[in-house]
């Protein structure tokens, strides 16, 4: 592949990232605009077919009232984890997006998460006018978590796949070399 063909891929990623970032604001906002029984019950719900779905996936003699139980008492837990998940989700995307500018790796990841923690604020912040919600700064402080876990993950992997694929091209160096020889 041709250097041009690679950069221009490269810029189409990371524009395609920033499209899904703005498409993955609009989800989160949608989300947000939910009333709290609408939401409570897409939670209570989820967390249910889960432990339902544990329960037949490790094959445990749970009742269904057994199941209920444990699902009304992680939901909270679930429903945190599922904030952290969507803004690390966001974050990455930004973090892809932001890609195209250079900057050096501390100043991308925390230009990604700080954009996210803003964006997790105006969320939290349209909440307070939707009925039966509230805007916490704790929630904020969650889903800012889940921004810098998200970037920091994502760029740890990134660096696991370049390390890779540099022992794999020295690798191939080597073995070319002695063919050569």
Excluded at 131 to 157: K, T
Aim: proline fraction near 0%; include cysteine.
């Amino acid at each position: 592949m041709k250097k041009s063909e690679e950069k221009f891929g490269m810029v189409l990623l990371r524009n395609l990232a920033g499209a899904l970032a703005i498409v993955w604001m609009c989800v989160i906002f949608a989300f947000s605009a939910q009333e709290k029984e609408a939401s409570g019950e897409v939670s209570a719900s989820f967390t249910y077919h889960m432990v339902s779905s544990t329960r037949s996936f490790f094959h445990l003699d749970l009742s269904d009232e057994r199941v209920k139980e444990i699902a009304d008492a992680i939901e909270g837990l679930v429903r945190k984890a599922a904030h952290m998940a969507e803004f690390g989700i966001l974050s990455v995307l930004l973090y892809i997006w932001i890609g195209q500018w250079e900057m050096s790796f501390l100043r991308r990841s925390v230009t990604a998460a700080g954009a996210t923690a803003v964006y997790a604020a105006t969320d939290e912040f349209h909440q307070l006018f939707v009925a039966g919600r509230s805007g916490r700064f704790s929630d904020v402080c969650i889903d800012s978590a889940g921004a810098v876990v998200g970037v920091l993950v994502f760029a740890l992997l990134v660096r696991f796949v370049e390390h890779i694929r540099s022992k794999r091209l020295k690798h191939e160096l080597r073995a070319r070399k002695k063919r050569d020889a």
